[in-house]
């Protein structure tokens, strides 16, 4: 059985971004892991047609891991977000753009294609030392014993570590095998995902329509060329997928309404219904939840892998923080350390999420009238608006230490968010 002999170290199931990070992340603080994860194609683009927007968090982390060398020349920085109401309802809400610089930073972060984003995170497995990469068809079960977690794997080997991270998405079995119970929901809408270039510079703007079935946003990406997320009602959004390349790309120019000028080329589309996962507890029975096995979030306020991100820096702050003082890394200490970290950042955030869609989506005036008179408040108030706009790009309760500058050997103050 492999790592049954090591005393102490981490089995992470599931190859997704969130869960690369937790192993790189882990092996940093100088714990042995074993990462079971499917096959790698490099180069393989067009896998995950997904863009990511990341944060100066999450970028520092890339930087820590040592992957943003290979990485910076595909992403766009994002200088600002401006909120359009799109609704065409009588009480419009008034236009909003939140400014990198009026918190003081040169860009929010930058958008991510996480093709490339996966590529980079894969290439550094093999240069990082106490990381073995198991690449395995999946774990076909989990089971947890007295101080080890076991696994076995689609090809028959045994791999057992002192706790196992759950990456492996949100149906996660190795969540189901710690016993955590999850709630998830649904929305009445999906999101249409594809990339386009055009005419007019984007200036490192992404612009967020609010319609009354969901946002339609842009977000730049390297050059000429936007990622788009477009929210739609579920018959619209298969309408819309099934549509010729030349079709839809006047239903862009349509809802662009010229912004960035005349659409050129539209990339391939993938449709993403939306819904919402969270968990009862964040770690338990040796198992802690990273990325989405933790938390599903609609793509509204680029959120999901953020979170996934600090799930991996957060806990490989609490093994660290444990191995330090010769403790147990998969025993309660560390495990409720990282969820009680976890919980408010994630709980928060697809709290936030859920009422800003519904808000955006409710058939009620009343509803709209208070949206409308927030985003009044937050115009008319700088102070108001900047508090918000930290909040939305980092939490100021809790910056792991891989989320810092200088990374493990930083001393920057937590709470600190350098530029990006
Ligand atoms: C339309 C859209 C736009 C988004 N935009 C943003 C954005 O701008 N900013 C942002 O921060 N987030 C965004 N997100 C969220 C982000 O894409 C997700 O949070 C992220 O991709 C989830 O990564 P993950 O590693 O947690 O999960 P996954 O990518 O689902 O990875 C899970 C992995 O586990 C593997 N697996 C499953 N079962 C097993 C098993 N039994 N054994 C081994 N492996 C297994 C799977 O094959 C997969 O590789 C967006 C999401 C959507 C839908």
Known sequence: MIGETAEQSALVVGGGPAGLAAALALAQVGLPVTLAAGPHRPGGHGR?????????????????????GALQDHCAALTAIRLIDDSGRLLRAPEVTFAAREVGLEAFGYNVPNDRLLDALMARLPVTPGLTFIETAGARSVRIGHGRVRATLAEGAEVAASFAVAADGRNSITRDAAGITVTTWSYPQAAIVTWFSHQRPHGGVSTEFHRPVGPFTTVPMPGLCSSLVWVEEPSEAGRLMALSETDFRREIERRLGGLLGTVGEVGPRALFPLSG??????????????????????????????????????????VRDVLASGGDPGGSQAMDRYSALRAPDVNGRITAVDILNRALISPYLPVHLLRGLGLHVLNSFGALRRILVQEGVQPASYVPRLMQPGGLGGQQAAGAVSPA
């Open 48 to 68: 995950d047609r997904r863009t990511a927007a990341l944060f100066a968090g999450s970028v520092e982390l890339l930087r820590n891991l040592g992957i943003w």
């Open 277 to 318: 996962l969270t968990p009862d507890v964040f770690a338990r029975n040796r198992v802690a939840l990273v990325g989405e096995a933790g938390h599903v979030i609609p793509p509204i306020g680029a959120q999901g892998l953020n979170l996934g991100l600090r799930d991996a820096a957060t806990l490989a702050d609490c």
